[in-house]
């Protein structure tokens, strides 16, 4: 079993080691425990070998306070020059703590996840995701010596897929020097983002299924089976799919690309072709199924149309990110706004159509 440690100042919180833990013999036991002056705690927590460690935002020691990144910066410099024992630190923390910590710009490199303790306390699903860390720093560890193409081992690709994902940034992950720089980058930018990978609500749009139609979970089965599922460093905590890989099994199954197909006609090729009584998606801006469905909206998480979307304001570090987008009702609706979405400002011409009802 891995052991990890929860360091908060609160002892009334001490549960939240138990929330975190997952049981059996390849689980996560987490432990409490209150801080100490800052530079015993750290030389403490790298002696005791963690799997991982969870940091509540503030601390306070006696007459002294700090913040949780003085001390995820001790830890980080330590698995720098010590690979072999690295490990993943999330932050943890009440909601109006969370703030402070999401205007500390500096901060966020430290750190694999953020949650609140309201999320880990109501949602097991964190928990998933903790373990998926221990898990993936693991398994990156074990291949860390690989001497090339180390990449594609922590994907879980094979050789001849390989040449389709290699993008410059891609392949830049095997210059990094830690495992922890590795997750950063694989969690920002693989998985945290459509594009090499795609959700849920992506795979959904693109096929064209509604997601409240009958058949919905034995679509994704079959496509677990089929090994469209991304199954690389942190996949036990997060379902991703291979977007190269449903391109190819769409055009297996249906004998084209689904994109040159309506939402009506992917799903009548899918339920014929795979025996299933899939319903086909409804475009929110045209309120029919004979829609060419490109994504899900970023804002509603439905699916969207190319042409009734805008582009958001979203400054992209990697070509092989897609930018995010947000659909027209969603514009008219002003939902975006609600969650934390800017239209691009090249788009402002056709927002203001929208909002005044004339397109």
Request: charged share 25%; aromatic share 10%.
């Amino acid at each position: 079993m891995y052991q990890g440690i929860f360091i908060d100042d609160q002892k009334a919180d001490k549960h939240f080691a138990s929330l975190m833990s997952t049981p059996g013999k390849n689980g996560l036991n987490v432990k409490f425990q209150q801080p100490t002056e800052l530079i015993n705690l750290a030389n403490h927590i790298v002696e005791s070998l963690p799997a991982f460690v969870a940091l509540d935002y503030r601390q306070k020691m006696a007459q002294n306070a700090y913040k949780a990144e003085p001390l995820a910066q001790l830890l980080r410099s330590y698995s720098s020059e010590n690979v072999e024992k690295d490990f993943p630190i999330i932050l943890i923390s009440n909601e109006n703590e969370m703030t402070g910590f999401l205007n500390n710009v500096t901060a966020h490199n430290l750190f694999d996840c953020r949650f609140t303790k309201q999320e880990v306390a109501d949602n097991p699903v964190h928990r998933k995701k903790i373990w998926s860390l221990v898990k993936g720093y693991q398994r990156m560890i074990k291949k860390w010596n690989k001497k090339s193409e180390r990449w594609a081992t922590f994907f879980a690709l094979n050789k001849e897929e390989r040449v389709v994902v290699a993008y410059q940034a891609i392949r830049e992950l095997d210059k990094l020097n830690a495992p922890h720089q590795v997750a950063q980058q694989i969690l920002r930018y693989v998985i945290g983002r459509q594009g090499l990978l795609l959700d849920k609500d992506n795979v959904l749009a693109r096929l064209g299924v509604a997601k409240e139609g009958k058949d919905v979970d034995t679509l994704f089965a079959r496509l677990k089976t089929d090994k469209i599922i991304y199954s690389g460093v942190f996949s036990e905590g997060w379902t991703r799919w291979w977007q190269h890989r449903l391109w190819d099994w769409e055009k297996q199954c249906c004998g084209e690309s689904l994109g040159n197909l309506t939402a009506r006609e992917r799903v009548a090729c899918l339920n014929e072709k795979l025996g299933l009584k899939l319903s086909p998606a409804k475009s929110r801006w045209q309120n029919h199924t004979d829609a060419l469905f490109a994504y899900a909206c970023d804002s509603c998480h439905q699916p969207t149309e190319d042409q009734y979307s805008v582009a958001a304001y979203d400054p992209l570090p990697h070509t092989c990110i897609r930018g995010k987008r947000i659909c027209w009702k969603c514009i008219e609706t002003g939902e975006f706004q609600e969650q934390g979405l800017e239209y691009d400002n090249a788009e402002e011409f056709i927002v203001d159509l929208i909002l005044k009802g004339e397109m």
